[in-house]
């Protein structure tokens, strides 16, 4: 039977490389955002705002998918905020394509906040959650957006009658720009930069997460976990962890990153380092480094997300990611971490966004 994947969220850092992992499976593929994605001509691009009910109605009216990917939030200024607007999302979404009855699956991109409470919860939630995290934790007793959105699916699962996934990575490694989190790019920013200045490559972050073991989502792990799930009837209505398949501690990746871009490795050194304020006065210095190096985008805030990195490499405990789940349904795909960055530094190197 004809499948039709609908990715929305296409010019995000998920959606995109679902996108390609799809394309490249012989996937007919239709990405839904608001700005078009540069980079998919066999996309067929619907551009549409999830939050304006209507409108989005009218763009989908064409569109019947068998299979949604849903890998889009929007970040707002409180977790109640969060839940209002990233629920309505996935709402209006399942509302506007359930009149055509075609959606066979569903799958939904959350991620290990799921475990370790809002952003705003990190570290002051009283207890921290065992690590590895694994599915078959309950849900905290904490007010959640993920959890608003798997309820939105569950729901809109039950009335239409599909199938769904719910997919958690951990910090997503890959090439998108113009996206809320991107801590791998970010990195890259903050390393050239050092090399332009001189300044130390300083390790940001807490001294649990320098010491700690770690693992990262390569977005081309990400995409392989969810067209397997896609292809998989044993996948159905689980929820599944999706990290690289092997684990690292920062005190080793630290200098194997400073070493790709030829700059000396600072580690933690007793207290933390953010990088938002230390970045927070390099826009000039970033539009100057772009107009000399002749790249393409000069905005650091479209490049760079130090905000998000911060609270990710700052988290009081080591965190790290049972991949159970799916290995045991045969998913066994893996990525060496230290090349999910040097592939991303490389790309993005050669499509000039970066010295
Ligand atoms: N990035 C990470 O490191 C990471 C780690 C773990 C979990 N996650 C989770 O993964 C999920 C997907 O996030 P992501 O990082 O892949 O997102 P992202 O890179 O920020 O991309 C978001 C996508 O959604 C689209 N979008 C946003 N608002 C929209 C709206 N109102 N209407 C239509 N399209 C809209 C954006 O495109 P336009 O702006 O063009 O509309 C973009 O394509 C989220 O739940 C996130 O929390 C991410």
Request: overall charge neutral.
């Amino acid at each position: 039977m004809k499948r039709t994947a609908l990715v929305v969220g296409i010019t995000g850092i998920g959606g995109n490389h679902v996108a390609r992992e799809l394309l490249a499976n012989g996937w007919d593929v239709v990405g839904l955002s608001r700005r078009p994605p540069q980079d998919l001509p066999s996309v067929r691009h619907v551009a549409a705002d999830l939050l304006d009910p209507a409108a989005l109605a009218s763009a989908l009216a064409q569109v019947a998918p068998t299979h949604v990917f849903i890998t889009t939030w929007m970040r707002q200024d409180t977790e109640a905020g969060n839940i209002r607007v990233n629920a309505a999302l996935v709402r209006n979404l399942l509302d506007a394509l359930s009149p055509r009855k075609s959606v066979r699956h569903v799958a939904l991109v959350t991620g290990l906040k799921h475990y370790l409470g809002p952003f705003e919860a990190y570290a002051s939630s009283g207890t921290l959650p065992d690590t590895p995290l694994r599915e078959s934790q309950p849900r905290l007793p904490l007010e959640n957006f993920y959890y608003a959105q798997e309820d939105e699916v569950h729901a809109a699962a039950e009335r239409d009658r599909f199938t769904w996934t719910v997919h958690r990575p951990h910090t997503v490694i890959g090439l998108a720009v113009g996206n809320a989190m991107n801590l791998g790019t970010t990195l890259a920013v903050y390393a050239a930069i050092c090399r332009e200045t001189g300044r130390p490559f300083q390790f940001p972050g807490s001294e649990a997460q320098w010491k700690g073991l770690s693992d990262v989502t390569d977005a081309r792990m990400l995409a392989r976990q969810l067209v397997w799930a896609a292809d998989t009837d044993a996948a159905r209505n689980e929820a599944f962890n999706i990290v690289n398949g092997d684990v690292f501690r920062w005190s080793w990746l630290w200098p194997k990153l400073a070493a790709w871009f030829g700059v000396p490795a600072c580690g933690y050194g007793g207290t933390m380092q953010p990088l938002a304020p230390a970045m927070a006065n390099d826009h000039a210095l970033w539009r100057d480094i772009a107009l000399r190096h002749g790249l393409v985008e000069p905005d650091l805030d479209r490049m760079a997300s130090p905000w998000h990195t911060d609270l990710d490499l700052g988290r009081p405990l080591e965190v790290m990611t049972d991949m159970a789940n799916s290995r045991r349904l045969g998913f066994s795909a893996y990525q060496a971490t230290d090349a999910s960055f040097f592939d991303l530094f490389a790309r993005l190197r050669a499509e000039r966004l970066i010295p």
